[in-house]
């Protein structure tokens, strides 16, 4: 148990569903952060949370939608996905935005098809 | 632009040494991190370098040159268990910037 949790661990849909991501951590961190992690590439940061704000947004396409009800809690809803999204998304959350001490957790596998 | 490079894959014998190295160049530099990433699971924090010099801890030690903007991670006493990809970022102006990641094979 790494401290964030994230739900489901793998995922299979078509390019015509709507799914969501959740993660949930329970440390008491102010920042929450979603990466994409595809093999053999750096992390891609998409998007980062701070005291619920979105804070940033890194030009990632419309058919991902962040959502962050509170500090504990971060949702990526998808809809009309490409199969080129297919990878591993990953959470993380930190005290706050600017200390880089990063808790991740285990990740969603989805898969496109 | 700014960019981590790290080796793709390298393979180690248990029991042995290996040393995994990290270049960089960024805008800003607020410390290094080393992440393991076991197959399927989160990166779990290592080590982190923000002066000069060598940090050890326990079997993994890590070192930072700044003025050379270069790092690496050396583990000792290879365990099987250590088969796992290595990830190196930078503190660039508290963002991070991640390097690809080297998967690291463990050989009886």
């Known amino acids: 148990e790494t401290g964030v949790t994230q739900t489901p661990r793998h995922l299979v849909m078509g390019m015509t569903n709507k799914k969501s991501l959740k993660c949930e951590q329970h440390l008491g961190h102010n920042a929450m952060y979603w990466y994409k992690q595809s093999a053999k590439k750096p992390l891609e940061l998409m998007f980062v949370?701070?005291?619920?704000?979105?804070?940033e947004n890194n030009s990632v396409p419309s058919r991902f939608s962040p959502e962050c009800p509170n500090s504990s809690h971060l949702f990526l809803h998808l809809h009309t996905l490409q199969p080129e999204d297919s990878a591993l998304y990953l959470c993380?959350?930190?005290?706050?935005?600017?200390?880089?001490?990063?808790?991740f957790g285990s990740g969603t596998r989805l898969t496109v098809v | 632009g700014q960019n981590i490079d790290q080796p793709t894959e390298m393979t180690a014998t248990e029991g042995a040494i290996v040393q995994i190295n990290c270049t960089y160049q960024t805008s800003g530099f607020n410390g290094l991190f080393w992440y393991q990433q076991h197959a399927g699971e989160a990166p779990t924090f290592l080590s982190y370098?923000?002066l000069d010099g060598l940090e050890e801890k326990g079997r993994f030690s890590s070192f930072l040159s700044r003025s050379k903007g270069y790092s690496y991670l050396l583990l000792k006493e290879l365990q099987m268990k250590d088969s796992a990809s290595y990830l190196c970022a930078v503190d660039s102006n508290y963002q991070l910037i991640w390097g690809a990641g080297t998967k690291l094979i463990i050989k009886p």
């Open positions: 993380a959350s930190s005290q706050d935005v600017g200390n880089t001490g990063y808790t």
């Open positions: 370098n923000v």
């Open positions: 949370y701070n005291f619920k704000e979105q804070t």
